[in-house]
């Protein structure tokens, strides 16, 4: 390890890979499980532009702790916006910035992956879990639904039916059944995971980094167009969410720790 510069809610390292190196950038908010508020997104997508704009780095590993990659969204942070102050802040464009990013992404995931740490998942290129990850897009519970792709990208890989189950029930699932229905792409124990994904990382750090940038590129451009419009219509409705009682008594009732009551309004 060469270098290692610490934000106030992520830290990031880069370490040896034969000539080259790897990035690594780690979720650091503990005391709420790596709850992803406007400034943590905003570090993450600054220290991944970094990374892609570093010749020397060739691939990055994004993880967390092993008790959470990332409990989703902060509940806090959101839970009084409304539907105009949710378009206007937009704070969501920041977290597709991800999207941009042309080098490979690995998420290194142990623990609670919920909700928009599900969604921060799944916007990587290839995800290691530990056996003690827990993947899920529990949003439906606080009464709004996924904002940051959940329901676009949960669908592409696992087709409608177990989409809708997961998106409708918010049933959090396993390692074990990510790897079955196609969400990830290894499991190892706890201690070794994030150990796993670093050596992939290395792995891909040794191809030639255009030959993989453009690897990247086309297996992601089997999800365009109808992608964005579909994270597009995903958006609207999010915001348009914190319109309803539903969402104010949702938030409200997980921050003081209480079961919601929904009416439907
Ligand atoms: N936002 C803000 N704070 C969160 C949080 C979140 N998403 N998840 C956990 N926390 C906080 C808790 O409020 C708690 O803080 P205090 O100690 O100050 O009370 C702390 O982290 C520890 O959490 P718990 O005491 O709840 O820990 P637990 O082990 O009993 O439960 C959990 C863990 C099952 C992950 C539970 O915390 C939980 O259900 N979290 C919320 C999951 C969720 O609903 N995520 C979706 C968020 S919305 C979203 O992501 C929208 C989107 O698509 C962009």
């Known amino acids: ?27 650091n908010r503990p005391s709420v ?15 991944l532009q970094e990374f892609d704009q570093d010749e020397t780095v060739r691939a990055i590993v994004i993880t967390g ?9 902060d509940i806090k942070e959101m ?5 105009v102050s949710m378009m206007l802040k937009d704070r969501l464009a920041t977290w597709d910035k991800i999207k941009n990013i042309k080098k490979p992404i690995i998420a290194a995931v142990s623990g609670f992956a919920l909700g928009g740490g599900c969604e921060l998942s799944m916007m ?26 959940g329901t676009q990208r949960l669908t592409r890989v696992l087709g409608k039916y177990k989409a809708m189950e997961l998106t409708l029930t918010g049933r959090p ?5 990510a790897l079955e229905l196609g969400l990830v792409n290894k499991v190892l ?23 993989v940038r453009l690897a990247k590129e086309a297996v992601l451009k089997s999800f365009d167009g109808t992608l ?30 209480r079961k919601a009551v929904f009416t439907g309004r």
Do not use: W
């Open 1 to 27: 390890m060469v270098m290692t510069i610490t934000y106030k809610n992520i830290t990031t390292a880069r370490e040896e890979a034969g000539q080259a190196f790897i990035g690594i950038a780690t979720l």
């Open 33 to 47: 499980l790596n709850a992803l508020n406007h400034e943590l997104m905003t570090e993450l997508v600054a220290a």
């Open 65 to 73: 702790s092993d008790r959470a990659f990332a409990a989703g969204a």
């Open 79 to 83: 839970c009084d916006e409304t539907t």
């Open 124 to 149: 990587c290129d290839i995800i290691i879990a530990s056996e003690t990850a827990q993947f899920g897009q529990p949003e439906i519970n606080i009464g709004v639904i996924p904002g940051a792709g």
């Open 173 to 177: 699932f396993s390692a074990k059944e």
């Open 189 to 211: 124990p706890v201690e070794l995971y994030l150990e796993e994904a670093k050596a992939m990382a290395r792995e891909i750090a040794a191809k030639s980094p255009i030959a």
């Open 228 to 257: 964005d419009e579909g994270l597009t219509f995903e958006r609207k409705n999010f915001y348009m969410l914190f319109s309803s009682e539903d969402q104010k008594e949702g938030m409200k009732a997980f921050l003081e720790k």
